[in-house]
């Protein structure tokens, strides 16, 4: 029954789990708030807090599973992509760990583990699937046909659905992190209150770059007729924003699926929170009989506990790494 240590550390969560012949038994994550006053992470302060969470973070993760640290048989850490001070943090801490305890090290794309989170629990999905993974840095469909085959079938061309998200918010003069917020305020809104844009990009690629800026326009000519519209509109104008974003994605899913034949269809990474998503992927499921796979909340957003459950299954097939291994700020799926 192998026991592996997952550490993960890409962006501002600094967290650790650990996975018992692929169980998980933690999943401690410490979040950075130093980042709410710049409206947006700072990678510098990042890879400090990282420095301060990081063995308290493995500590919590160690006593929460039950186990003493010589049941560890692997350590594995996510290697990139992310900033490169925050991955500095957690993969230094994993090498120091493996020498110390002389067990195998195993590095994880972080991308991969997002996807490999939906085999945590049941349901799982079968071989092969469509996986859209969306979160502030990345937006892509990737077609996945065993645990470490994965092709990545459509990305974004310029900015992530939640980098939208989240400039979206901030033209709202809503707080950091600004996507949750939007959702929250959606809930109450009439998404077809305010028509915005769809990019017309073809194959299964994204753009969201100029939807920005067709919002940015509305924004401030909406201001300019009234300077209390956002107060007295915010609702509607989340409501709108979300649904168009989240029609971007499932439109292109709708052509994947139509492309390739596969019509189990999965989600991961930060933005398969939102609420929009998750009730548009359900709707899908009955409109077009897809099988759909929404992972749990703590499973969306970064965690420690998608390293391990990768780390687990790279174990099994003995990918291990050495001590020369370097952390990569940029790694393809």
């Known amino acids: 029954m192998p026991v592996i240590l997952g550490i993960e550390s890409s962006c ?46 493995i500590h919590k993760a160690i006593i929460d599973a039950k186990i003493s640290k010589k049941d560890i048989n692997a350590v594995a850490f996510t290697r990139g992509p992310g900033l490169l001070g925050s991955l500095l943090v957690g993969s230094s801490f994993a090498k120091s760990f493996a020498l110390g305890m002389n067990i195998p090290l195993i590095d994880v794309n972080h991308m991969q583990a997002h996807i490999l989170a939906h085999f945590i629990d049941d349901p799982k999905p079968v071989f ?46 809503l707080p950091y992190p600004g996507g949750p917020l939007i959702d ?28 920005k800026t ?6 401030r000519d909406k201001q300019k007729e009234n300077p209390n519209f956002l107060e007295e509109n915010m609702a509607d104008v989340c409501a709108s924003i979300q649904h168009r974003i989240v029609s971007v994605l499932i439109n292109k899913m709708k052509k994947a699926v139509k492309e390739t034949g596969i019509n189990q269809v999965a989600i991961a990474g930060g933005v398969s929170a939102n609420s929009g998503l998750r009730n548009a992927l359900l709707e899908a499921e009955q409109k077009w009989k897809w099988k759909v796979f929404i992972p749990k909340f703590e499973y969306c957003t970064d965690n420690a506990a998608m390293i391990a459950i990768a780390g687990y299954h790279k174990y099994l097939k003995g990918e291990f790494v050495g001590q020369e291994v370097s952390p990569l700020a940029r790694w393809s799926i």
């Open 12 to 57: 501002d969560e600094t967290s650790a789990s650990v996975c018992a012949d692929g169980q998980i038994l933690s999943n401690v994550i410490a979040n950075q708030t130093v980042h709410e006053a710049f409206g947006g992470v700072v990678p510098e302060l990042a890879s400090r807090v990282h420095q301060q969470n990081i063995i308290p973070t």
């Open 128 to 173: 092969p699937f469509l996986c859209l993974t969306v979160s502030g840095g990345h937006t892509q469909i990737v077609k996945v046909n065993d645990y470490f085959d994965m092709e990545l079938i459509g990305q974004t061309t310029d900015d992530a659905a939640g980098e939208a998200f989240d400039k979206a918010a901030k033209m709202l003069n």
């Open 184 to 211: 929250k305020y959606a809930k109450e809104g009439n998404p077809s209150a305010y028509q915005f844009p769809e990019p017309q990009i073809p194959g299964l690629d994204f753009s969201f770059s100029g939807l």
């Open 214 to 219: 067709a919002f940015l326009y509305f924004v």
